[in-house]
């Protein structure tokens, strides 16, 4: 198939400068590591490596060099739509190039194929306690399709440079079936449905999902879908969903068990499950003001939540130090199509008003929106109103990202992750040693 083919066409220039990197300038330095770093969660310190996307602090997510708008511009999309098809950029995420209409509908194509999720899996879903949570629900989804890991079948039969392949085989079936799996986890725990879910090839992956999550605005819903899936797809390696499947992937676990363990990092409050927490702190204000409040109230408001101990869910950012282009994306889409709802309206005034507030505190080095400031509010207008699913839709989106790293970091042969710790005795040492007056 056409991924196959493009990577076996670019592999070997690839490997050459791996090989020229790790042989000839190994010692380097890149950068240096401050004990501020090592007690600090690591920030900043530049030791990943991928060519998949890359987030510039002053420009937010740039995905294989391309920034959203031009992203959303250039890529093929399906005939009467606006947003691009997602096989297309998943083409481009995993290629680096765009592709043509045929290219991006033969990856589309590709996942109808591929998209039947086998009865165990239902009989799995189904058999959960109702009130487990639908991130639960996703990760044990995809542990449960481990069994059918080409990757994990073939690895003491083939030789290392093929591991690629067999890991594209498990990107392929993994990504074609979250569409079903996600809509399915939606449809059986607030609708008590559990009619298995089938994929129309003729429709494309958004419109597919869009279908079977059976949403009134279909065709809106479907390029919306489209939009979140392209957004959340990924930022770089370092944040806790792409860093775990990165790291669970080093010790050569398959897709599945690295792609599962992704989800459960993205389930943390501080990553994935933000965006319930900013449409819940939005609707609050909405609630306790019987409306969209005036400027002074929204203000008052968002002090009383810091003087309260609490963060202001959907700002700020470990890395940007911009409004984040995802923000402003999904503030376009909405505004093009429904500008006068009353939450975009308050989203648009917490753009406005929340940004002074923690300027003022004087904390948040990023005092500006993250993807997770709006992205809660467009599903609720499409009449998707349960908060806590709305990180699997995120799971969704960010599959295609590290789906593609992970055939990356298999084909160029990435090594296990495995770097050092101290002890806080050794690193007081290291402080002591540091303020002696050089001899
Ligand atoms: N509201 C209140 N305080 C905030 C804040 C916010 N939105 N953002 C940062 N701060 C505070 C931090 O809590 C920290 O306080 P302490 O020094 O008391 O610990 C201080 O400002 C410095 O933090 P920072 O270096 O600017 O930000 P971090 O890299 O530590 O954290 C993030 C980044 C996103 C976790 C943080 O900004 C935050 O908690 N935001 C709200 C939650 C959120 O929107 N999460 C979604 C992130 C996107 C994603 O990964 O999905």
Redesign the pocket.
């Known amino acids: 198939m056409i991924l196959h083919e493009k990577i076996s066409a670019q592999l070997p220039a690839w490997r050459e400068r791996i090989k020229s990197l790790a042989k000839e300038h190994a010692d380097v330095v890149v950068d240096h590591v401050t004990v501020g770093q090592v007690v600090g969660g690591m ?1 900043d310190i530049k030791s990943l490596l991928t060519d998949v996307s890359y987030v510039d602090p002053a420009h937010g997510i740039l995905f294989r060099g391309m920034p959203i708008p031009e992203v959303l511009k250039k890529l093929p999309k399906a005939r009467g739509n606006k947003i691009p098809l997602v096989g297309g950029f998943y083409y481009l995420l995993m290629i680096g190039e765009l592709p043509t209409k045929e290219q991006a509908e033969e990856v589309e194509a590709e996942w109808a194929k591929r998209s039947e999720v086998p009865d165990h899996v239902y009989k799995m879903l189904k058999a959960m306690p109702k009130e487990t949570h639908p991130m639960t629900l996703f990760s044990q989804a995809v542990l449960a399709l481990q069994g059918r890991s080409v990757f994990a079948s073939r690895y003491h039969s083939m030789k290392k440079d093929a591991y690629w392949e067999a890991a594209l085989e498990d990107a392929l079936d993994l990504t074609a079936k979250l569409p079903i799996i996600a809509a399915y986890i939606y449809r059986m725990k607030y609708f008590g449905e559990t009619k298995k879910l089938k994929y129309n090839p003729k429709l494309d992956y958004g419109a597919n999902f869009s279908k079977m999550m059976g949403v009134a605005d279909r065709k809106g819903y479907a390029e919306l879908a489209r939009l979140y899936f392209i957004l959340h797809s990924d930022h770089e390696s370092g ?2 969903s792409a860093h775990t499947m990165h790291l669970v992937g080093s010790a050569l676990s398959d897709p599945y068990l690295s792609f599962s363990a992704a989800l459960n990092g993205l389930a943390g409050p ?3 499950l ?1 965006n319930q ?2 449409l819940g702190w939005l609707l609050d204000v909405y609630k306790q003001f019987g409306g969209v409040p005036s400027r002074d109230d929204l203000y008052k408001f968002a002090w009383d939540t ?1 003087n309260s101990g ?9 890395v940007l130090r911009v409004p984040d282009p995802r923000y402003m994306a999904q503030l376009e889409f909405a505004k093009a199509r429904f500008p006068q709802d009353d939450l975009i309206r308050l989203a648009e005034m917490v753009f406005d008003v929340v940004p002074t507030v ?1 300027k003022e ?1 004087g ?4 005092p500006a929106p ?4 709006i992205s809660g509010t467009l599903q609720y207008y499409y009449g998707v109103r349960d908060f806590d699913f709305y990180t699997v839709l995120f799971g969704v989106g960010r599959a295609l990202g590290v789906t593609c790293n992970y055939v990356w970091a298999r084909a160029l042969g990435q090594p296990l992750e495995r770097p050092k710790s101290l002890t806080t005795k050794m690193l007081e040492d290291v402080v002591a040693k540091a303020s002696q007056p050089a001899q």
């Open positions: 920030r944040n806790v501080l990553h994935g933000a927490e900013c810091l609490h963060v202001i869910p959907g700002y700020g950012h470990a923690l505190q904390k948040a080095k990023n993250n993807v997770d400031a």
